[in-house]
C-alpha cells in the first residue's frame, strides 16, 4: 500500500477553497480545529444546541447544515454512521451542486450505499486512525497521528490530493497516510472494533474477572489483574510490538502467555472472527446494526444496562476513584 508522507503533501488543492464541517463531537471538532490552524477557511454545519453554541465560542462561522453545503466547496461529513443517511437525504443533498466534495472519516454509509453520491461530485475520505482527542492532542504537540485516504469519485481529478490536502492540514501525514478504498476501512474497521478492540477484548476481560471471583478471588485483586494491568501491557505492545512486550515482562509471564493463549484463541475462535466479518462484508451487521437504532435500540440500551450492573463495573469505579489525584 502507498504511504504518504508530510513532504511529498500539499494543500494545494484546497487553497481558496471552504470546507465545511458538519458535526462538532469529537472528531469534528478535532479535525476542524487542526484545519483552521493550519490555515484552511472552515466553517460549520450544525443543528442548533451545544455543538452550534460551542463552535461558535471557538471561533467558527455556524450555519445550518444545508446553508453550510451551499457555502462549502467540500462538505466533510462527521456525524454519527446511523444518521448520516438522514441528515444527508434531508439537509445535504438537496443543496449539493456538481463540483463540489463530499468527504468522510469513515467508509460505512458509502461502502454500505447508505449513501449515494450524485454524478458531478467528488467524493473521498481523510480519516484518522485515532480518537479526537488524540489527534488534536499530537497535533498541538507538533506532530501527528497516522491516517488513511481513500477515493470513491474522481469528477474534478483531483479527489485525491483533496484527501491528501485535509490531511496534512490534520496533522495526519506527519506520521504517514495509507491509502485504501472505502470498502477496506469500513470492513477492517467494523470487524476490528467487533472481533478485538471493543468486543472481544471487553468480554475477555470480564471472563476472566468472572472465573477468578468464581473460585473465591478477591473482587479487588480480580479488577487489577483483569482490567487495571491490561492498559500497561497495550502500552508495551503499542510502543514496540508483542515481541518487545515479551521482552519486558518476566519469563513466567511469558511462557504462561506463550503456551496458554492458544488455549483461548484457538481454531474454533478464528472461524467464528471468519463469520464476524462475512457479517461485515455482506452488509448484513450494518442492516442490523441501522435497524436497532431506526427502532429505537431497545437491544443496545439492555445491554447498557446490564452492563452498568455487572460487578466488574461496581468494583472499577471504586478502585479508579483510589487513583484520581488529590485536589
Not at 49 to 73: H, I, L, P, Q
Not at 133 to 146: A, D, H, N, S
Request: proline share 4%; net charge negative.
Amino acid at each position: 500500500m502507498k504511504v504518504y508522507n508530510d513532504d511529498e503533501t500539499s494543500m494545494t488543492a484546497l487553497e481558496g477553497k471552504t470546507v465545511a464541517v458538519i458535526g462538532y463531537g469529537a472528531q469534528g471538532r478535532a479535525q476542524a480545529l487542526c484545519m483552521k490552524d493550519s490555515g484552511l477557511n472552515i466553517i460549520m454545519g450544525l443543528r442548533p444546541g451545544k455543538s452550534f453554541d460551542t463552535a461558535k465560542e471557538e471561533g467558527f462561522e455556524v450555519y445550518s447544515v444545508k446553508e453550510a453545503t451551499e457555502k462549502a466547496d467540500v462538505i466533510h461529513i462527521l456525524i454519527p454512521d446511523e444518521v448520516q443517511a438522514k441528515v444527508y437525504a434531508d439537509e445535504i443533498a438537496p443543496a449539493l451542486k456538481e463540483g463540489k466534495a463530499l468527504s468522510f472519516s469513515h467508509g460505512f454509509n458509502i461502502a454500505f450505499k447508505k449513501i449515494v453520491p450524485p454524478t458531478g461530485v467528488d467524493v473521498f475520505m481523510s480519516a484518522p486512525k485515532s480518537p479526537g482527542t488524540e489527534e488534536r492532542k499530537q497535533y498541538l504537540e507538533g506532530f501527528g497521528v497516522p491516517g488513511l485516504v481513500a477515493v470513491y469519485k474522481d469528477e474534478s481529478g483531483q479527489a485525491k490530493e483533496k484527501g491528501l490536502a485535509m490531511a496534512k492540514a490534520c496533522g495526519f501525514t506527519r506520521a504517514g497516510v495509507i491509502e485504501c478504498t472505502f470498502e477496506q476501512e469500513a470492513f477492517e474497521d467494523l470487524f476490528g472494533e467487533q472481533a478485538v478492540l471493543c468486543g472481544g477484548l471487553a468480554e475477555l476481560i470480564k471472563a476472566g474477572f468472572e472465573t477468578l471471583t468464581e473460585r473465591g478471588y478477591p473482587p479487588e485483586m480480580a479488577y487489577f489483574e483483569c482490567l487495571h494491568e491490561m492498559k500497561l501491557i497495550v502500552d508495551l505492545v503499542y510502543e514496540g510490538g508483542i515481541a518487545q512486550m515479551n521482552e519486558v515482562i518476566s519469563n513466567t509471564a511469558e511462557y504462561g502467555g506463550m503456551t496458554r493463549g492458544k488455549r483461548l484463541i484457538t481454531p474454533e475462535t478464528k472461524k467464528e472472527m471468519h463469520k464476524i466479518l462475512d457479517e461485515v462484508e455482506s452488509g448484513a451487521f450494518a442492516e442490523e446494526w441501522l435497524n436497532e437504532y431506526n427502532s429505537g435500540m431497545p437491544n443496545l440500551t439492555k445491554m447498557r444496562a446490564d452492563l452498568a450492573e455487572h460487578p466488574i463495573e461496581k468494583v472499577g469505579k471504586d478502585i479508579r476513584a483510589m487513583f484520581k489525584k488529590k485536589e
